[in-house]
């Protein structure tokens, strides 16, 4: 175990006291935990302690089934959600059929695996791949109700380079239209750079270039806003990452005239975002007529969003 991993699983071990991670404060995670999770200095105390207990759980996954119990339960992230750590290793020994002492030994073995599984996976991977930069979050609002789609979009980056000072990234709003003409999708830039650079790079996919006010430092953040219109659309809208992206926020406003249903696409194929055989969880719009969802550390290559079906409704 390096030394980066070893530091991390010794903050692993000191929140595992008293009522561990699920309670926790902010200023009791270690900087070599935070590091691993890519906890940023703009965090809030609480997205500090939701970025670490993500991490955590999303890498526990690939531990043996008995460390991975052992190592959430001793955080207080699994189990019961008692005060003292004895408490909870005695829980863990009775689940495991195990004694008190291999309990503990289960969960020094989750912890340094853990460790090790955090450290490898450290925010740098982007870096690593060459990528210049990467998505920290991406919010998008699509409204339909509108006289055409439109959407707006917030990107948050972060610089992977000494001196970032063009980013190039693609949009997709899923046009229906066949024509495939470059003015079927109007791109504005609303903040955050100077467009220099526009190609079609598919009928619904335009790829652009922006210029930054000004080079970014590595590890420093930038937020683009930009505003999409196209005449109408396809019945879906997804992120397919090309590169790690942090958090991904949607909201699509349908307003009075609703679809029949509106199903979750998360972590599927680009290719079968449009068949009607790849369901997923059935989602209600609010009073508002709209459908919001959120995704967290999103996969290269898998889209990530909503479909809809059917003609929308009357309004209520």
Same mark, same amino acid.
């Given at each position: 175990? $390096?030394?980066?991993?070893? %530091?991390?699983? @010794? ?31 703009? $965090? ?15 890498? *526990? ?6 460390? &991975?119990?052992?190592?959430?339960? *001793? ?5 019961? #959600? +008692?005060?003292?750590?004895?408490? =909870? ?12 002492? +291999? ?21 740098? +991977?982007?870096?690593? /791949? ?20 439109? *959407? ?12 970032? @000072? ?11 239209? *066949?024509?495939? #003409? ?11 750079? +100077? ?5 079609? @790079? ?8 922006? &210029?930054?006010?000004?080079?970014? #430092? ?10 999409? &219109? ?11 990452? %090309? /590169?790690?992206?942090? %958090?991904?926020?949607?909201?699509? &406003? ?35 007529? %709209? ?15 909503? =479909? ?9």
């Amino acid at each position: 175990m $390096d030394g980066r991993a070893k %530091e991390c699983e @010794e903050d692993l071990k000191r929140l595992r006291r008293n009522r561990g991670l699920c309670l926790a404060r902010a200023d009791q995670i270690g900087a070599a935990l935070r590091d691993a999770c890519g906890v940023n200095d703009e $965090d809030t105390p609480a997205q500090v302690v939701d970025k670490v207990s993500a991490a955590v759980r999303r890498h *526990a996954a690939a531990l043996g089934s008995e460390q &991975r119990l052992a190592a959430l339960t *001793a955080l207080g992230l699994d189990g019961p #959600r +008692t005060r003292f750590l004895r408490d =909870r290793q005695r829980w863990l020994s009775e689940q495991l059929d195990r004694n008190f002492r +291999t309990a503990q030994r289960r969960i020094d073995e989750g912890f340094a695996e853990l460790a090790s599984l955090l450290t490898a996976a450290n925010a740098p +991977t982007a870096a690593r /791949s060459g990528a210049a930069w990467r998505t920290e979050r991406l919010r998008v609002l699509l409204a339909l109700d509108q006289q055409q789609p439109e *959407a707006f979009l917030f990107r948050q980056v972060v610089a992977n380079t000494a001196e970032l @000072e063009e980013i190039e990234l693609a949009v997709t709003l899923t046009s229906s239209g *066949a024509s495939g #003409r470059e003015n079927d999708v109007s791109v504005d830039v609303f903040s955050g750079g +100077t467009l220099v650079h526009r190609r079609r @790079e598919s009928q619904d996919r335009i790829g652009l270039a922006l &210029r930054l006010p000004e080079p970014l #430092r590595q590890g420093q953040r930038h937020e683009i806003a930009l505003r999409l &219109r196209v005449a109408e659309m396809l019945p879906h809208y997804v992120c397919v990452p %090309e /590169s790690s992206c942090e %958090e991904f926020d949607l909201t699509v &406003r349908f307003g009075a005239r609703l679809p029949r249903s509106v199903s979750l696409l998360e972590k599927v194929f680009q290719n079968d975002v449009s068949d009607d055989s790849v369901t997923g969880k059935p989602l209600d719009p609010d009073a508002s007529g %709209e459908v919001r969802v959120r995704f967290r550390q999103l996969e290269p290559g898998f889209a990530y969003g909503i =479909r809809w079906e059917g003609c929308p409704q009357e309004p209520r």
